[in-house]
């Protein structure tokens, strides 16, 4: 483990947290980006079952405006934002009389919410390169933002850093392994630490053999065999990129070279993270796999609340089981890697180029082993530069999707 030298580097996951400093004489008031999502419904679910801890001050569902008019019925926040007029006036033919909040637009709509000056938190579950502005947006508030929206920090973590710094805004993470990471090392002393393991349930692929994978199909991808997720993250997950971005993620959140975080397969998803200290101590987060477990404690933290979850049953489980990634079979957790030690430029590229490869293997244009290549095609393709603003961030982005989308048609 590499000598930390970044005064900041847990000044916004540690004890010295703004989340210690939230109100505590009235409810938190919460922002929720994604609010449609997977991780958006399960917010509102622990927020319903602790209604005397949170009041919900906004909404943003993206296109999905039948869901986020129900969500809003049942809420009654006075912001909602969606992805464009025309979801804008669906929405409000939807919500019940005598109900009018300000309907905010698309990227600048989203970027308003998350300033809100009245947020305590803002949840930041847009999936995608969508949502690094409003999280940014947040961040410059000095706001205290649950983070599920890993592409921020793979595509702009020492921006985010640098803002947190600077504004006195809070990251705390809300993927699951980062959370349990967060966990783990609370309250102890960083120089003790010895290693950091993130763990992957390897997928519904895992035990197949590589010629196998040719042949996978849109169905069999998205099928996770632990976690309810949405599309996009499932099939990051049978591909390993999912866990090569939150190795990518776990460096920003504590300052480390991606030497430092390893990954192990258990496909069991029972322990999340393990933290190795130097006197041969390990802490291991374990847990059943509920999102709504890491969301609580971010949305809650410093305390823990009563989710009612069935109990973690350690004899019935009978077995924890680990083993290293086949990073030949899937190349994207190396491609992560790769990327990280490259640049800050590159790590965008290779957001950006999955981003277009997962979209379109889930259009059925490409095969689900196309899925590597042409990530690895983008990171050929583009040399790395300089990311001092997030204008740099963008043109990054936008030129490595343009180079996936002229490789897929250029295979026909």
């Not at 919460?30 to 958006?40: D, E, K, M, P, Q």
């Not at 040719?214 to 069999?220: G, H, I, L």
Request: proline content about 6%.
């Amino acid at each position: 483990m590499k000598e930390c030298t970044d005064p900041h580097m847990l000044s916004y996951i540690s004890s010295l947290s703004p989340a210690y400093s939230l109100p505590a004489d009235r409810p938190r008031r919460i922002v929720v980006l994604g609010s449609t999502g997977s991780i958006g419904r399960n917010v509102l679910k622990v927020i319903a079952a602790h209604p005397e801890e949170f009041e919900v001050l906004g909404l943003a569902g993206g296109g999905n405006a039948s869901m986020l008019a129900e969500q809003a019925q049942t809420w009654r926040p006075p912001v909602l934002a969606v992805k464009d007029a025309e979801c804008a006036l669906d929405l409000q033919g939807r919500l019940p009389a005598g109900y009018s909040p300000e309907v905010l637009i698309g990227t600048a709509g989203y970027v308003q919410m998350a300033a809100l000056q009245e947020a305590d938190l803002v949840v930041s579950a847009q999936v995608g390169a969508v949502g690094l502005q409003p999280t940014l947006a947040a961040l410059e508030q000095g706001k205290v933002v649950p983070l599920a929206n890993k592409e921020s920090l793979v595509l702009a973590g020492p921006l985010l850093r640098r803002t947190c710094s600077q504004s006195g805004g809070c990251i705390l993470p809300v993927d699951s392994e980062h959370n349990a990471l967060f966990q783990a090392l609370h309250g102890h002393d960083w120089a003790e630490v010895q290693s950091l393991v993130l763990t992957a349930s390897g997928g519904p692929f895992w035990s197949f053999e590589r010629e196998d994978l040719a042949s996978v199909t849109v169905e069999q991808a998205v099928n996770h065999p632990n976690w309810s997720m949405g599309a996009k993250i499932s099939i990051d997950s049978a591909t390993l990129m999912n866990k090569g971005l939150e190795v990518i993620e776990a460096c920003h959140l504590f300052g480390l070279g991606s030497e430092d975080v390893e990954v192990l397969v258990h496909p069991e998803s029972i322990v999340h993270a393990l933290v190795a200290y130097q006197d041969g101590s390990w802490l291991a987060h374990l847990g059943v796999p509920d999102m709504r477990v890491p969301i609580a404690y971010c949305l809650s933290f410093p305390k823990r609340l009563d989710l009612s979850l069935e109990p973690l049953n350690l004899v019935k489980l009978g077995g924890l089981h680990f083993r290293e990634p086949d990073e030949d079979m899937f190349p994207c957790l190396k491609l992560a890697r790769q990327a990280y030690e490259a640049g800050p430029s590159h790590p965008i590229a290779l957001n950006a180029a999955n981003e277009v490869s997962v979209a379109s293997f889930l259009e059925r244009r490409i095969g689900f082993a196309d899925i590597p290549r042409l990530n690895e095609t983008a990171l050929q393709e583009l040399q790395p530069c300089a990311i001092d603003c997030l204008e740099d961030v963008l043109d990054v982005d936008a030129r490595a999707r343009n180079c996936v989308e002229k490789e897929i048609a250029r295979r026909g």
